[in-house]
């Protein structure tokens, strides 16, 4: 069974910097994009950066110039530097997998159970 463990959440103030770890663990044979999203309280879930297995990143606006993503393929982790937080920036970030394939389980599509970042004023 595949299952995303995440880690480095936490409370920092506005202006510090947080660093997120994800590692993918299973039966996987290859991992096609691995990202990050966030998801404040009554709101929506979104994107805040992907990587894919040819290195393409992707950022949602709000972060980008401020938020870093690495990807490491034999370790199947990907990790998110975040610099010059903003109280906005506060949400529960889940890690993303996207197209697993695996050599026994189920692959697709799936997620972490959450890290809460909290940025303070």
């Known amino acids: 069974q595949v299952q995303l463990a995440e880690s480095g959440g936490g409370l920092v103030q506005a202006g510090g910097s947080l660093r997120l770890s994800c590692a993918a663990s299973g039966s996987i044979a290859s991992i096609n994009t691995m990202g990050w999203y966030r998801q404040a309280p009554g709101q929506e879930r979104e994107l805040v950066a992907a990587?894919?297995?040819?290195?393409?990143?992707k950022y949602g606006d709000s972060v980008k110039g401020r938020f870093t993503i690495s990807r490491d393929h034999a370790k199947k982790t990907v990790s998110l530097q975040m610099n010059s937080l903003k109280p906005e920036d506060t949400a529960v970030y889940y890690c993303n997998a996207e197209g697993v394939v695996v050599f026994r389980g189920v692959g697709g599509d799936h997620w972490g159970q959450g890290t809460q970042v909290t940025v303070s004023s």
């Open positions: 990587i894919t297995s040819s290195g393409r990143t």
